[in-house]
């Protein structure tokens, strides 16, 4: 199992520039998330889906878009970039596992993409 | 008052020491607590999760949980200069329909030879 993948792992835009972040899993899970981490700030959370066809703001929504395209990928879109949207972008997701030491609740974590705006 | 909340450090211990990391957490209703480990450059793992009052070990690790306090920790025993890394605290609330986690700003260890 790939666990959570991303696309693309570096990615450079000028402001006003549009991109789609690609997220992926093949866990089964019903929750994904999008997660945005700067340094002093930890993990905030920008949108998440609790399952394949609902999604709901997170706490720093403002900028971005989402689709939960089916139950294993969750996309999240900048339709216009700005330099205030240069960090790292984590994908995660979460459900109930057959992993005996892991919780429902654990979230498990792509690789990140980290975005540069100009 | 934040969510979650923990000592950004960094925290410095020698190698084979007892870290101590601490997490105070503001929702009473919060019923799972997770401590995750991330790399830097990489994507935060999870280490342990608790959800009962008291101790929790696994190896060189033992969270603890105090929900009258709004207090968890996690010790590592034995540090090793692989745990140089972030830490992060995680609470669930399972009022919300979902499985939202809020994460703490994370604590930096560093494992001195």
């Known amino acids: 199992n790939a666990g959570v993948t991303q696309t693309p792992k570096f990615q450079v835009l000028k402001t006003g520039q549009s991109m789609t972040l690609q997220c992926a899993q093949d866990?089964?899970?019903?929750?994904m998330y999008w997660y945005r981490q700067d340094p002093g700030m930890g993990l905030r959370l920008i949108y998440y889906?609790?399952?394949?066809?609902?999604?709901d703001k997170g706490e720093v929504p403002n900028g971005y878009n989402v689709s939960r395209l089916n139950k294993r990928e969750f996309s999240l879109r900048l339709e216009s970039a700005a330099p205030s949207q240069t960090s790292v972008y984590f994908c995660?997701?979460?459900?109930?596992?057959?992993?005996?030491?892991?919780?429902?609740?654990?979230?498990?974590f792509g690789p990140g993409t980290r975005l540069t705006v100009l | 008052q934040k969510e979650v909340e923990q000592n950004s450090g960094p925290l410095s211990v020698p190698e084979g020491a007892i870290a101590s990391l601490n997490c105070t957490y503001s929702d009473r209703g919060s019923q799972s607590f997770f401590w995750y480990r991330q790399y830097s450059g990489k994507s935060p793992e999870l280490i342990m999760f608790i959800y009962s009052n008291g101790d929790k070990e696994d190896g060189r690790f033992t969270a603890q949980l105090n929900k009258a306090s709004q207090y968890v920790s996690l010790l590592i025993r034995d540090s090793q200069p692989s745990d140089s890394a972030t830490y992060l605290c995680?609470?669930?609330?399972?009022?919300?329909?979902?499985?939202?986690?809020?994460f703490g700003p994370g604590t930096s260890l560093s494992v001195i030879p």
């Open positions: 995660a997701s979460s459900g109930r596992t057959s992993v005996m030491s892991a919780s429902r609740d654990t979230q498990y």
């Open positions: 866990m089964n899970h019903n929750s």
């Open positions: 889906s609790a399952s394949e066809g609902t999604t």
């Open positions: 995680a609470v669930n609330n399972r009022k919300t329909s979902y499985d939202k986690v809020i």
